[in-house]
């Protein structure tokens, strides 16, 4: 296929760090109503902007692999082992996803959720009177807790945790790359060291569960766990964290929408899909195509990146009507793609939405309103939708 990769102007804004800790939403909107698929240059890909083109890539990973990145700055990396199980394609990743499956099995998910109340109790009491950042002092810690409860880990070694997982997404951090990388190796070898100590003294927690794992004769290889483990530090910290943030920002902007779940708590399911949608806690993931492909009328070549950009397609008026702009706890339906869609959806969806049900029914429970106490300030993360601060006070109604 020889089709031309005409610029789009929008769409080189995808490229930009700073669009993202502004409002991107003007801009997609554009895009979807114009150029659902439009060629980022100088970011080298296609962008993916409308829900049904997100969707049809999401469901489609034999055209739409993911074994050559994930990430836009990945483009023309070639890697010898796949870095994460989300750099792998099926049967590949379904072989994966078998042999971690039972570190999520029912059972687990179901005391781990017992461990989310008692950790949610444990931060809302530590929270100051009055105003608070609700990044640093609610946001950023409840998920920590709850990992490390999680993989079985010292709860003295959170700060380390909180800093091996920003250091691993673009634009979280400052560092330099040669500091990032050596925490990135830090953190490997602490999960390799626990690995070693649950084959020697295994326990309840997911390290023990994946390590001690055997399907059709086969475990997971050292290599496989760290990969895996790693994996799960950065995905189950940073987006809860990011739901839990943009979640109660929602909430402190429509006063509205806090009440209705005062009136109404059986609306809490739904609050959490709603929170999902609206914070998008993943902006986006790449994909490669492996043959020729049309999309919305545009050939795309096969071997061109492709830019799957859940943010956008989360509010897509075709799929959530004309107030696909508006947050709203009772939406329904919500077929929203925070927890990407087909063989790469998040493993970890049931945790995520369990803590995030349980902090809304613990401020209920305490009859506490979010209300809003300055500006917040977002992240330039083109890969994670997020919040440095969020000044905030919970009012007492």
């Keep these: 296929m020889n089709t031309p990769r005409v610029p789009n102007e929008l769409a080189a804004r995808l490229h930009d760090g700073a669009f993202y800790a502004g409002d991107p939403f003007p801009t997609y909107a554009t895009l979807r109503a ?32 993911s074994r050559r990145g994930i990430l ?9 082992t796949p870095p994460t199980m989300m750099h792998t394609d099926p049967p590949e990743h379904t072989a994966y996803r078998k042999l971690v499956a039972p570190g999520f099995r029912p059972s687990v998910i179901k005391r781990a959720g017992e461990q989310v109340v008692a950790r949610t109790d444990e931060v809302l009491d530590r929270l100051p009177n009055g105003t608070f950042d609700a ?21 003295e070694d959170l700060d380390r945790f909180f800093a091996w997982s920003e250091a ?38 997911m390290v023990s569960v994946l390590v001690h794992t055997e399907l059709e004769g086969r475990r997971l290889t050292d290599a ?52 999902l949608r609206w914070t998008t806690p993943v902006i986006s993931f790449l ?15 096969a071997g061109d990146p492709v830019l799957l950009v859940y943010q956008s397609a989360n509010r897509d008026e075709r799929e959530f009507g004309p107030d696909a702009n508006r947050f709203d706890v009772g939406r329904s339906p919500n077929h929203h793609l925070a927890f990407g869609f087909g063989a790469h959806f998040c493993i970890g969806a049931a945790l995520a939405r369990t803590e995030i049900a349980t902090l809304l029914r613990a401020l209920l429970d305490r009859g506490w309103t979010p209300e809003r106490r300055g500006v917040p300030v977002r992240t330039s993360s083109p890969v994670i939708a997020g919040l440095k601060s969020l000044p905030l006070a919970l009012r007492a109604s």
């Design 72 to 80: 836009a700055m990945e483009i023309g990396i070639e890697y010898e």
């Design 34 to 65: 114009e150029a659902p698929v439009a060629w980022c240059e100088p970011g080298g890909f296609w962008a993916l902007t409308s829900h049904a083109s997100v969707l049809a890539a999401s469901t489609d990973p034999d055209t739409f692999c």
């Design 135 to 155: 990044v640093d002092e609610l946001a950023v810690p409840l998920p920590l807790l709850l990992i490390a409860d999680v993989l079985g880990v010292p709860e």
């Design 168 to 205: 691993a997404i673009p634009g979280e951090t400052d560092l330099d790359p040669e500091e990032q990388q050596r925490l990135m190796g830090e953190c490997m070898a602490y999960l390799l060291d626990q690995c070693a100590r649950r084959r020697e003294e295994p326990g309840d927690d």
């Design 287 to 301: 994909r490669t195509t492996t043959r020729d492909v049309e999309l919305h009328g545009q050939a795309i070549p």
């Design 224 to 275: 496989e766990l760290g990969m895996f483990l790693n994996q799960l530090l950065i995905a189950g910290n940073e987006t809860t964290r990011n739901a839990i943030s943009g979640g109660l920002a929602a909430f402190a902007d429509a006063p509205d929408q806090w009440q209705r779940l005062v009136d109404d708590p059986d609306l809490v399911d739904s609050a959490v899909e709603e929170i």
